[in-house]
């Protein structure tokens, strides 16, 4: 920080700031409207504060008595000016506001910006907020003047490094009795917004549903305003266009898509409210991240209180909206949203008319149905473990990939499809569809012509590990347990050869096997899910699944389980133990064990020993060993 002697001081923007600010600068975005969607929404954020505040101290409403947005293009100045009369900042949060990202997600927004082609889908996801200004403005001022405050102070910037302070002139003073003004320089290229029919424009694409006035001032300051600042949500339903809600959607979601789904209604009785709730058609980059902050934004009486309010549970954190009540207190502290019992039945209606939502759609508009799960399934199958009320429906949502063909499947249709005397839906988690495709563990469930859910989320092996069923046929892994096909018939009566060996030599195999593998497993076993391969690894019935254990083990937090192998006695491989010498059968046993390791996606333990092994073998079939 450097001062000087009108009182200035200079103070550098922090490291990732400037780095926004130079893509800001430097990239050309074939969408700059959203700079002006991004001020417009903080001036009615310092209003919706103002309004919060004034509720426990009236008196800071005082010096202007209207809550409002102005926006006044100058054609001589080169300049736009956007002012609200809000809570305003004073001189420190101006240096942190408007120096710093508070973000979460910050690093890899700039990450993703420099790889996007065309940053704009990201910009308008991420909301880049103020430094958008900087697409259009190469010079910045900010007055402001925090609500009751003596002093007002301005900020000044031309991007690059950093900004300057200033105690604001008097002139600037006076223009200020409270809230926030910015001044942006236009750039030659960003000429158009000088233009009052491109500002309303843009107003009415990103900003008519802003609950304050927006106020276009012509060249004699006179003020006419240009969005309908009125709830939307709180309208009938019959007065209201399908393009309505689209542009309250993208208003209140600062998104650019459509909704694909949008729930308008009014619950009466005990508790009274309305709610204007959307789903997305485009899923957020950051949609993974469960601190994402809670974007249903809560409404009393038309005074905006929090998005914080958690009215619907994480895995639903890609719905958009707002609920407003008529009989919650104004005065909501935090604490008292969380333990808040009309709060909680809020919470828990607003979640069932969702989810029953959600369910109309997947069987009435089965296409929609499916764009959304693609999009949001990740998240909805959080609710799978999080949610034991809701898993039942939550699993009739769902879709899955299967043996069956390339259309995602819903239970209702495995279950429909069930091979005779088959009791179980069975699933494999893995990586990839197309590596899960060729699991050996798939052979005996494919010789039956039998379903098999192909699971490739992350998630899906920690909800899988709960117990699960659908319509009294529970949820079982073709790599974990028994699996016993016994009773489903086979497809194809020729693949059921009698070449199996005796019961002794099986248990001589199984018991040589053992030996030579000692402590590497912990079981041998005859498969009943092979038919072609030779040996697979499955997990024991008490323990996690095999990828679960795979993805902890990644993180330091595996349970060091030793797998169970089983081997598929049929196999001319496995049979070749039984007849070699002690030495041979231990090379061959290890052979095995390698082998499922690999067909499961994994690097056998000792890939060399591997290697030498496989060299052995393969040379003496080719009759040129010893
Ligand atoms: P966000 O709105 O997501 O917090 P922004 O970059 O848009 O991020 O704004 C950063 C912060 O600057 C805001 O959180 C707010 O505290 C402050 N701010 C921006 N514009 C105004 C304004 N017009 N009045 C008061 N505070 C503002
Ligand atoms: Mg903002």
Redesign the pocket.
């Known amino acids: 920080m450097n001062g000087d002697a009108s009182g200035a001081q200079s103070h550098q923007f922090q490291a990732e700031v400037a780095e926004l600010l130079s893509l800001m600068v430097h990239s050309v975005y074939s969408e700059t409207d959203v700079f002006l969607r ?2 417009v ?3 009615s ?2 209003l919706d ?1 103002l309004r919060y505040e004034a509720i426990s101290n009236p008196a800071l409403l005082t010096g202007a008595e209207k809550l409002a947005i102005q926006i006044k293009p100058d054609a001589t100045a080169k300049t736009v000016t956007i002012a ?1 009369t ?4 004073d001189r420190q ?1 101006l240096v942190d ?2 120096g710093t ?3 979460s997600g910050t690093k890899a927004f700039l990450k993703g910006l420099k790889e996007a082609k065309d940053g704009l889908g990201l910009i308008g996801q991420f ?5 958008s200004a900087f697409m259009v403005g190469d010079r910045i001022t900010v007055t ?1 003047r925090r609500a009751g405050a003596s002093e007002a102070w301005a900020w000044t910037s031309s991007g690059g490094a950093g900004f300057e302070m200033a105690p604001a002139s008097a002139e600037q003073a006076s223009r200020v009795p409270r ?2 003004e ?1 001044v942006l320089h236009l750039k030659d290229d960003a000429a158009r917004y000088l233009q009052p029919f491109e500002l309303e424009r843009v107003i009415h694409t990103y900003s008519e549903h802003i609950l304050f006035p927006i106020e276009l001032l012509d060249d004699k300051g006179e003020a006419r305003q240009v969005n309908a600042a009125s709830a939307l949500w709180q309208r009938p339903k019959s007065e209201l266009k399908p393009e309505d809600y689209t542009q309250a959607y993208r208003s209140i979601a600062m998104a650019f898509d459509e909704p694909a789904l949008t729930l308008h209604y009014k619950a009466e009785g005990r508790q009274a409210y309305a709610v204007l709730l959307f789903v997305p058609t485009t899923p957020p980059f950051d949609l993974a991240d469960p601190g994402r902050k809670g974007r249903v934004k809560l409404y009393v009486r038309r005074v905006y209180i929090t998005d914080d309010a958690d009215l619907l549970p994480p895995w639903l954190r890609f719905v958009r909206g707002v609920v407003d009540s008529e009989d919650l207190p104004l005065n909501l502290s935090r604490e008292m949203l969380q333990n808040n019992p009309q709060v909680t039945q809020i919470r828990n209606g607003l979640t069932g008319r969702v989810i029953g939502e959600l369910e109309t759609c997947a069987t009435k508009e089965p296409e929609t149905w499916s764009k959304i799960w693609n999009a949001f399934g990740v998240v909805l199958k959080e609710g799978l473990y999080e949610d034991h009320e809701r898993r039942g429906q939550l699993l009739a949502l769902a879709r899955f990939a299967t043996t069956a063909g390339d259309v995602p499947r819903s239970l209702k249709d495995y279950v429909t499809d069930l091979k005779p005397n088959q009791t179980e839906i069975y699933y494999l988690v893995g990586d990839s569809a197309e590596r899960l495709k060729a699991n050996p563990k798939l052979e005996a469930a494919r010789a039956r012509g039998v379903e098999v859910l192909l699971l490739t989320d992350p998630i899906d092996a920690f909800w899988t590990a709960m117990p699960q069923e659908f319509e009294g046929k529970p949820l079982r892994s073709l790599s974990q347990g028994d699996v016993d096909f016994g009773l489903v018939p086979l497809l194809d009566d020729k693949a059921k050869t009698d070449d199996k060996p005796s019961t002794d030599d099986e248990a001589g195999i199984l018991k040589a096997v053992k030996e030579a593998l000692g402590d590497k497993v912990s079981d041998v076993r005859a498969s009943q899910r092979l038919t072609e391969s030779a040996a697979c690894l499955v997990a024991g019935a008490q323990g996690r699944d095999r990828e679960l254990e795979r993805l902890l083990a990644r993180a330091n937090r595996g349970s060091g389980a030793k797998p169970i192998l089983e081997l598929n006695m049929r196999h001319d491989l496995v049979k070749a133990v039984g007849t070699a010498e002690k030495d041979e059968a231990a090379e061959l046993s290890n052979l095995l064990l390698d082998q499922a390791c690999i067909l499961d996606g994994e690097i056998p333990a000792d890939p060399a020993a591997f290697s030498r092994r496989l060299n052995i073998f393969v040379v003496r079939g080719l009759g040129k060993g010893s």
């Open positions: 991004e001020l929404s903080n001036a954020d310092a504060k609200d809000g809570i305003g900042m949060e506001n408007l990202v508070a973000r909301g880049v907020g103020f430094y402001s809230g926030t910015m």
